[in-house]
């Protein structure tokens, strides 16, 4: 997080290492998250010369914790009615896979998707109360019941024989930590590591970034940085507001277990999947085949914050014991993490519908609020940018920044 304090941030920089040369640039992005890697390449993309600052290590705070689900909505429609803002979140499909068959704004071609669907499946009566919303024409195309010969490896049709249903949606997942992977190696050698402490002045049309051997001056100051963005923002005096909403989520290796990625509504009682299952690699066994960790999300993160670690890991066994009987979970290890998602302050608390950006005097500030919106966060961002001046981005005399590692590997 950047030491800051004032409108002009400074920390009393002894004089021989302020800044003797100034750089130009049309924008400087902080934060190296999804947003931020995004914004980067779409902004090179639009003839911008864009750099990123990251004072930490890339994707380290929201994007490696994430799921990796690329959707379209309609897990937030299981009270049966589409969410506000739904007709720009049931584009994001279409939109990522334009990306990956390289044709989107932002070139992901070399990554495969970790699955090409997703599911919805109950046991019980859920799925007849869901059945006509499927069905109807507000959601054709986009979800459809699946015959029992259809069903995934992993929930075999004799658990559905006579009550439930299996739904497939055009939802799908990416690898987040390859995501982060394409998105630093299309944006190098302009992402950069800059230290903790940096002075940084914000004009009405300009905004300057001291980094030491040189003074950075840009037209544009964009804040990507997930959660640092509340001490940006505070020390700046900059009047938009953040909203922390904590999550508890839950990682699971089972021996001999493949992929799986689903959305579990047994027994549900709120509009929110009991338990969302997405997987991803984890190395590979003895005789290099590839091994998979299940990470789970959905109502057990949501109300898992109020467990403790202890708590958590009993109850995520007894809910994979609950939607998925049919597997053996004894030997399984079970950890999890916590993590906040940064979002603008919604009354009460809410969830955002849409990604947000807004610009103040020479800064732009902004939050995807969930990893598939990055493509919309883009479209919003170009909006508010003035036209390129200064289209080469500057080369800085600064390291380049790295990659952390995902939560469950900490």
């Known amino acids: 997080m950047l030491g800051l304090s004032g409108r002009t941030i400074a920390d009393n920089f002894p004089a021989a290492i302020m800044a003797t040369t100034t750089i130009h640039s049309d924008a400087a992005i902080i934060g190296g998250g999804i947003a931020g890697l995004w ?92 059945a006509a919303f499927f069905a109807s024409k507000l959601v054709h195309g986009r979800t459809c019941r ?34 982060v992977e394409r998105l630093a190696a299309l944006g190098a050698p302009h992402i950069h ?10 004009q009405q049309d300009r905004a300057s970034i001291d980094l030491g051997s040189a003074k950075l001056v840009c037209n544009r100051l964009i804040l990507a940085a997930g959660a640092g963005n509340d001490a940006l923002l505070r020390r700046l005096r900059i009047p938009v507001a953040m909203q922390r909403r904590p999550l508890h989520q839950v990682v699971v290796r089972n021996s001999g277990s493949g992929a799986f990625f689903g959305h579990c509504l047994t027994g549900l009682q709120r509009p929110e999947p009991r338990l969302t299952i997405t997987s991803h690699p984890d190395g ?44 053996d979970w004894r030997k399984a290890q079970v950890v999890s993490f916590r993590i906040d998602r940064a979002e603008p302050r919604q009354p009460g608390n809410r969830r955002p519908d849409q990604a947000f950006a807004q610009a103040q005097d020479s800064c732009i500030v902004c939050w995807p609020t ?8 883009g479209d919003q961002v170009l909006r508010l940018m003035p036209a390129p001046e200064h289209p080469a981005p500057p080369i800085l005399d600064l390291p380049a920044a790295t990659i952390a590692a995902p939560p469950w590997d900490n």
């Open 39 to 130: 914004l980067l390449n779409v902004l090179s993309g639009a003839g911008y010369g864009a750099l990123l600052l990251e004072s930490r290590r890339l994707g380290g705070g929201q994007t490696l914790a994430s799921q990796g689900l690329v959707h379209g909505g309609l897990k937030y429609a299981l009270g049966g009615a589409l969410p506000a803002a739904s007709e720009a979140i049931a584009q994001m499909p279409a939109r990522w896979r334009a990306c990956l068959a390289g044709t989107g704004e932002v070139d992901l071609t070399p990554l495969q998707p970790l699955s090409d669907c997703f599911h919805f499946f109950t046991q019980d009566s859920t799925a007849g109360k869901l």
């Open 370 to 377: 969930k990893l598939c919106l990055a493509p919309t966060l």
């Open 284 to 327: 590979a066994d003895a005789h290099g085949s590839r091994k998979w960790l299940w990470s789970l999300g959905g109502q057990l993160a949501t109300d898992g914050v109020n467990r403790s670690a202890a708590e958590q890991r009993r109850h995520a066994r007894r809910e994979l014991e609950a939607c998925l009987p049919w597997l």
């Open 193 to 202: 590591q800059m230290a903790p402490q940096t002075n940084i002045e914000l």
């Open 146 to 179: 699946l015959r029992p010969q259809e069903f995934p490896a992993f929930l075999p049709a004799s658990a559905f024989k006579d009550r439930g249903a299996v739904y497939r949606l055009d939802d799908f997942v990416l690898d987040p930590v390859s995501l």
